[in-house]
């Protein structure tokens, strides 16, 4: 089983940056395309950026131009660098394969706020 821990949220003003990371547990990473989704409490969770194993990359249209997704294989991490805030990006954030095919981990809490 496949762990991820994800990191990097916070608070955050209207226009600005964060830089979201997650961490897997499996020396087998390299080999996964991975994907952040993002969660409101009461909604369903989105799919947000998916980056394959060989660095391809695809986003969501509600984030496309104001999001890059990364991964740095030899640190078994994936990163979603996040600039041009809105207030509706306000969500936890999560890292997974694009099946979710492992279990969820515990999430990165962005509220962007003035």
């Known amino acids: 089983q496949v762990r991820f821990v994800e990191s990097g949220g916070g608070l955050v003003q209207p226009g600005g940056s964060l830089r979201l990371s997650c961490a897997a547990s499996d020396s087998m990473f390299s080999i996964y395309t991975m994907a952040w989704y993002r969660q409101v409490p009461g909604k369903q969770r989105e799919l947000v950026a998916v980056?394959?194993?060989?660095?391809?990359?695809t986003y969501a249209d509600s984030m496309k131009g104001r999001v890059t997704i990364s991964r740095d294989n030899a640190k078994n991490t994936v990163y979603l660098q996040m600039n041009s805030l809105k207030l509706e990006d306000t969500a936890v954030y999560y890292c997974?394969?694009?099946?979710?095919?492992?279990?969820w981990g515990q999430g990165t809490q962005v509220t962007v706020s003035s």
């Open positions: 980056v394959s194993s060989g660095g391809s990359t």
């Open positions: 997974n394969t694009p099946s979710a095919r492992y279990s």
